[in-house]
């Protein structure tokens, strides 16, 4: 049987007034390690699984601040099989993990988990949709590894949708493994790499001294965006490689 299961957090400056985890997505208030509040997200069943779907809601109010992060990496597993007798012979279907965030003004959100592993056998669909207010500041790390060690990837599409005051920053979708168009594992793309992440960075700090385009190493560019935000992207060979061309950026606050 799939799971359906939403968790919300809203951040005010003065707390957490909202907290709710449901199903797997369990929200547990950690020490912060900065300024403003912080929330890590802990894994409390396997999922997700084919079929599931689960949603994270964060708000961060005018003036707050937040970091969200994670206990664990995020593990796509194969879908369940079809239950005895139903004359199918299919599992569940695809999986979807939706995160919808939103940056008030004045307000910053850390949204810095763990890494999405796609197992073998697994397809999840899913889809980040950000809205920033003018002043708001966003950070949000992606990494996705495709397939645990000596596996080939599940399925996996991924969107990132980013609206700032209302208007269009970012909207991109990727694709790997089974069933994703031809040529994902090309050279073009990814090379053979099995890591591949993104470090979006938006502020209004962009807008006073615009960051430069630059070449971090052999597979990772820094892109300023067509407005006041910049945007890392990775290839690597393994999660530990690409966390730390990720950091390196994330230290520098994309200067």
């Known amino acids: ?8 957090i809203v951040a005010t400056p003065a707390g957490l007034p909202v907290l709710t985890g449901d199903g797997p997505l369990a929200l547990r208030r950690t020490r912060a390690l900065g300024p403003g509040a912080r929330v890590t997200v802990v894994g409390a069943m396997s999922a997700p699984l084919g079929g599931d779907r689960l949603a994270i809601e964060a708000e961060v109010r005018d003036g707050a601040r937040l970091t969200v992060d994670a206990a664990a990496a995020t593990v796509a597993l194969p879908g369940r099989p079809a239950p005895a007798g139903d004359g199918t012979g299919r599992a569940a279907g695809h999986a979807r993990y939706d995160l919808r965030l939103s940056v008030g003004e004045r307000a910053e959100l850390r949204w810095l988990p763990e890494q ?15 809205e920033l207010a003018a ?21 996996l599409l991924t969107r990132l949708t980013v609206r700032r005051a209302g208007r269009p920053l ?29 470090l979006l960075i938006a502020g209004p700090e962009f807008e006073e001294k615009p960051a430069r385009p630059r070449v971090l190493s052999d597979t990772a560019v820094l892109t300023p965006l067509a407005g006041p935000a910049v945007l890392v992207t990775a290839v690597a060979p393994d999660a530990l490689v690409l966390r730390r061309v990720l950091d390196e950026v994330l230290l520098t606050g994309g200067r």
């Open 116 to 130: 999405l592993i796609s197992a073998h056998g697994s397809d999840l669909r899913t889809h980040t949709r950000v």
């Open 170 to 198: 970012l909207d991109q979708e990727l694709s790997y493994g089974p069933g994703a168009p031809d040529g994902w594992d090309g050279g073009a793309v990814l090379g053979g790499h099995r890591a591949v992440g993104q």
């Open 1 to 8: 049987m799939s799971v359906r299961a939403t968790a919300r």
């Open 135 to 155: 002043t708001g500041r966003l950070v949000l790390r992606e990494e996705q590894i495709l397939g645990r060690h000596g596996e080939p990837p599940g399925t």
